[in-house]
């Protein structure tokens, strides 16, 4: 079906049900067109959160529409592709979180969002990636705190905060695909350009780096910098807003295998099959809700 003749169907489809669309920034560029909203984790949360629409179609992976899910109980959260995944939040069960838990007793347990709704339940405080920095500091009064899953962003956030933190050993697959090497190469081809990378990617690549910012941060910064050239260190997706909104600047990938096969799930197709049946609704277990939504209030409300 050409894309017009589906986006009038979806369209008329929303009206009818007062759905809203949510996409991440590593959606398709015809995804992130349609949506409503196009942002990072925590934009999403925080648009979910604050929506009078009956329906939320999530574009994402799945830990993004079961947070919109914790976080608006009554409303319907559809997800186009029920497959879509994140590795890394299956990097870590509710039970191994435990165990750990259990070895550092009073430890304050920190989740980063990339998580399942059974991790974030047996959480103190959930974090996005823009900002972790910021709920970490919050912690003045921990004696320890447990950082999961990811390594990286934990290591990252070690070093911004100067707190010694306890670190499970997840990480992105994508992320792990944009090397050191990939960020020297680029510079030499394009000294003059700003390098702004995600801090899901590895320290090596992060300590060449001028920024490490959540997606939307990349977006922002790449926006307000006086520089022309960029060195882009994170998934692809991001490179189709970054061209749009700054057209006097040049954006360059860091490498381009650094895709989300995951993220790239989400179809025009598979918006319009889900809204049509009200099809792949997400929704979290009440129990295990009411005890993941303290920590996600936690993190929305640090900005
Ligand atoms: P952001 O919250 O920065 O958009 O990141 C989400 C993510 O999954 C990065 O891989
Ligand atoms: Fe998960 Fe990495 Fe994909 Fe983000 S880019 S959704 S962390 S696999």
Request: glycine letters at 4%; proline letters at 5%; hydrophobic letters at 40%.
């Amino acid at each position: 079906m050409p894309n017009q003749h589906l986006i009038e169907k979806i369209e008329a489809l929303k009206a009818d049900t007062n759905a809203i669309i949510l996409a991440h920034n590593y959606q398709r560029d015809e995804v992130q067109d349609l949506a409503d909203y196009t942002g990072d984790s925590l934009g999403l949360s925080i648009r979910a959160a604050q929506t009078d629409a009956d329906v939320i179609v999530f574009c994402g992976v799945h830990f993004m529409a079961e947070t919109a899910s914790i976080l608006c109980p009554e409303k319907t959260v559809l997800m186009p592709d029920p497959d879509a995944g994140c590795p890394m939040a299956d990097m870590i069960t509710a039970q191994q979180l435990r165990d750990l838990k259990a070895q550092h007793p009073g430890a304050v347990v920190v989740t980063y969002v990339n998580s399942s709704a059974e991790v974030k339940a047996e959480t103190d405080v959930c974090c996005t990636s823009s900002n972790a920095v910021k709920v970490v500091q919050s912690l003045k009064d921990a004696q320890e705190i447990i950082f999961v899953p990811d390594q990286y962003l934990g290591a990252f956030v070690a070093k911004q905060t100067g707190r010694d933190m306890i670190l499970w050993q997840g990480y992105c697959p994508t992320h792990m695909r944009i090397t050191p090497e990939h960020i020297q190469r680029q510079k030499a081809a394009h000294p003059a350009a700003e390098v702004i990378v995600h801090p899901e990617c590895t320290q090596p690549v992060v300590a060449l780096a001028d920024y490490a910012l959540s997606t939307e941060g990349i977006c922002r910064r790449a926006h307000e910098s006086g520089a022309k050239e960029f060195i882009i260190g994170t998934e692809l997706g991001v490179m189709y807003r970054l061209k749009n909104e700054n057209p006097g600047k040049t954006f360059y990938p860091a490498t381009e295998f650094a895709l989300c096969p995951n993220m790239k799930k989400t179809t025009l197709e598979k918006i319009l099959w889900c809204l049509e049946g009200m099809k792949n609704e997400v929704r979290v277990p009440e129990d295990i809700r009411l005890r993941a939504r303290q920590a996600v209030d936690r993190m929305v409300a640090i900005v």
